[in-house]
């Protein structure tokens, strides 16, 4: 096995593999990167390197993506790596050249010498991956596990039953975003353990250019924002297929896409057959003064509802598992929970930096960019 850097013309066989692998869960689903692999790995840091493994015969037999986000570490804008996007065809999977690939890894890390560790999540469902990073062999960096993270549909639009608290106010947020708007992300994105570092200039580059800034919807009291969660919509470069659901779930879905008809398609969106796109967004730079579910949940559905005038069915957000705004989720959206694991790897160099990290910070997740 050989690995290289991705190039313009591995881009049929990337997007090939992105297509056919999928990850196990409730639905099993691929993230593809349609029409270009490389526009669709934009979103995910300022800089991304696409590592392939070939085959005897030149052919691209698995993939992995190295990224660099800037976000907030103890409080402190610092930049951070990310790993993701691990990819391989099932007569690939395990023996060498996983190590192999990891050497390649750690070859490019110790080049450029700017992450201290990388961030990473792994299915908790996919127990075969997760035995094999954590395993502590020959090569792989050390997985430190930071938690859970839950990846849920938010269903719920506004109703007369969902009150806004006495003074507070929802609107949609202008674009380019307003000052108020960005001195808030900075101080309240600077409580929670990796938030994205975001400033004027960060809206014209690699990930958040990708991003309509005119899709924050703020909470306000007065003239102070309270609470801003973004809807980015990633259909155009990067899509989310169904290429099955859990036998459980698949026994459900009949009954599902019946409630859907009966509430009306802006109500419930119907769960489409295996092969079919979701039409999905992602809530995004999801913060909350003082972690108000209440402001959370007028937020989510303000935007569920604007998503889906916009002909976005599904809105989907990740939390980690200490954030109390999972009490606004309902049951339903509980039942269609995605659960995964989050690590910080790193190899020796990086453990001081993850000794460092603040274990009452809770940790922020950007599902869109996972």
């Known amino acids: 096995m050989k690995f290289a850097l991705a190039t313009p013309e591995h881009d049929p066989a990337l997007r090939r593999l992105a297509r056919d692998e999928g990850m196990p869960g409730p639905v099993r689903l691929a993230y593809t990167r349609e029409p270009d692999w490389f526009a669709g790995q934009a979103a995910i840091g300022h800089l991304q390197q696409t590592v392939v493994a070939l085959d005897a015969r030149g052919e691209v ?24 996007g691990l990819r391989s065809l099932p007569r690939v999977r395990g023996g060498l050249g996983l190590a192999q690939g990891y050497r390649f890894l750690r070859a490019l890390h110790t080049a450029d ?21 954590v395993s502590g062999r020959a090569g792989l960096p050390a997985y430190h596990d930071l938690g859970r993270v839950h990846t849920r549909p938010w269903f719920r639009l506004p109703s007369p039953r969902s009150q806004l608290p006495a003074g507070v106010t929802l609107r949609q947020a202008p674009s380019p975003p307003p000052r108020d708007l960005l001195a808030y992300l900075r101080r309240e994105g600077a409580k929670r353990q990796f938030f994205p570092v975001l400033d004027e200039a960060a809206f014209s580059a690699d990930p958040w250019r ?3 800034s005119g899709e924050f919807c703020l909470a306000a009291r007065g003239n102070e924002i309270i609470g801003v969660v973004g809807c980015w919509d990633q259909r155009a470069f990067r899509q989310l297929r169904v290429t099955g659901y859990a036998p459980a779930l698949a026994g459900l879905r009949p ?29 995004t730079c999801v913060c909350v003064t003082d972690d108000a579910p209440v402001i959370f949940d007028a937020l989510m559905r303000r935007l569920c509802a604007r998503a889906r005038d916009g002909g976005r069915g599904l809105l989907l957000v990740s939390l980690h598992e200490r954030s109390p ?31 460092s990290l603040d274990p009452a910070r809770i940790p ?7």
């Not at 103890?74 to 790596?81: A, F, I, Q, W």
């Not at 009954?255 to 057959?273: E, F, H, Q, S, W």
């Not at 339903?332 to 930096?353: I, N, T, V």
């Open 61 to 84: 037999a698995g993939a992995g993506v190295r990224a660099l986000r800037r976000v907030f570490v103890n409080g402190e804008p610092r930049e951070v790596g990310y790993l993701g």
């Open 113 to 133: 010498n700017r992450a201290p560790a990388y961030l990473t999540t792994i299915l908790e469902s996919n127990a075969p991956a997760r035995t094999l990073l």
């Open 210 to 212: 990708l991003f309509n």
């Open 255 to 283: 009954a599902l896409n019946g409630l859907a008809r009966l509430a009306g398609r802006r109500a419930l969106p119907a769960l489409p057959p295996a092969g079919h796109t979701l039409d999905a967004c992602f809530a």
């Open 325 to 355: 705004l999972n009490a606004a989720f309902s049951p339903l959206e509980r039942l269609l929970d995605c659960r995964s694991r989050l690590y910080c790897a790193c190899w020796e160099d990086g453990e001081p930096f993850v000794g």
């Open 364 to 370: 922020h997740v950007e599902g869109a960019m996972l």
